[in-house]
């Protein structure tokens, strides 16, 4: 196995209104190149602080995270900026879209920050990236005048166009109507298709869409457990 991403062991928590939390407790997972993986669990069961690690945007308290062979204890702050700005796409369920920019310019917006691309390379990518989503045409569209699944695959846009190993979905759907929501998710299954290295890791409680993937896990007391394949259904 090719591995992507892994945690081993990993611990975190955080005091809310003087009590200690701890949503990870010794989580655990593995992750290979080109798997698609959902995570599901209840609300505050810690999804969203173990999709936080996931993505280097949170250290863990105790324990390993590892991406692409590097342990991300060893980069200062700002080197794992720049990391994980070159290996993880994020697409959040609230598209954080920014309203006074283009569609183009909020898919490039990730770019801004890369030193080893020129201007017309972060373009290129950034019109590519819309294009693979089917929004070429509606590059110069302002949020407002997108629908949301429109703005939701500008997000994924914006997250391709990093051009990702790891591509991280947290509630991608949970802003949208079942049906829209259904066309979101095949395009993200497409997308991974055609580029069969791409990690994909979908954090939901939607266990109709976590089904979808190849392999699935629950959160539960601060770890994670492997559940039946898609065809033995999630229980």
Same mark, same amino acid.
Do not use: W
């Given at each position: ?82 990391? +994980?700005? #070159?290996? !993880?796409?994020?697409?959040? @369920? ?5 309203? =006074?920019?283009? &569609?183009? /310019? ?35 569209? +302002?949020? #407002?005048? !997108?629908?949301?699944?429109? @703005? ?5 846009? =914006?997250?391709? &166009?990093? /051009? ?72």
């Amino acid at each position: 196995m090719s591995e992507v991403l892994a945690l081993d062991k990993v611990e975190k928590g955080f005091s809310v209104g003087g009590h200690r939390v701890e949503p990870l407790r010794g989580a655990s997972i593995t992750v290979a190149r080109g798997d698609y993986v959902s995570i599901v669990g209840p609300s505050g069961s810690g999804k969203s602080t173990l999709l936080h690690v996931l993505g280097c945007l949170e250290r863990p308290d105790r324990g390993v995270v590892r991406v692409e062979g590097t342990e991300t204890s060893s980069l200062s702050d700002e080197a794992l900026s720049t990391f +994980r700005g #070159r290996v !993880l796409g994020f697409v959040f @369920q609230r598209f954080h879209l920014v309203d =006074r920019m283009s &569609a183009l /310019r909020n898919v490039a917006m990730p770019l801004d920050y890369r030193d080893d691309l020129t201007l017309r390379e972060k373009t290129e990518r950034s019109q590519h990236a819309l294009s693979q989503v089917g929004l070429d045409s509606h590059a110069e569209h +302002r949020p #407002r005048q !997108l629908s949301g699944g429109q @703005q939701q695959r500008v997000a994924i846009a =914006r997250a391709l &166009a990093v /051009r990702p190993r790891i591509l991280l979905l947290d509630e991608p759907t949970g802003n949208l109507d079942p049906e829209t929501g259904a066309s979101v998710m095949r395009i993200i299954e497409t997308l991974q298709g055609q580029e069969p290295d791409l990690a994909v890791i979908l954090v939901t409680h939607d266990m109709d869409l976590a089904a979808r993937a190849t392999f699935s896990y629950r959160l539960e007391q601060g770890q994670l457990r492997r559940v039946p394949p898609v065809g033995e259904g999630i229980r």
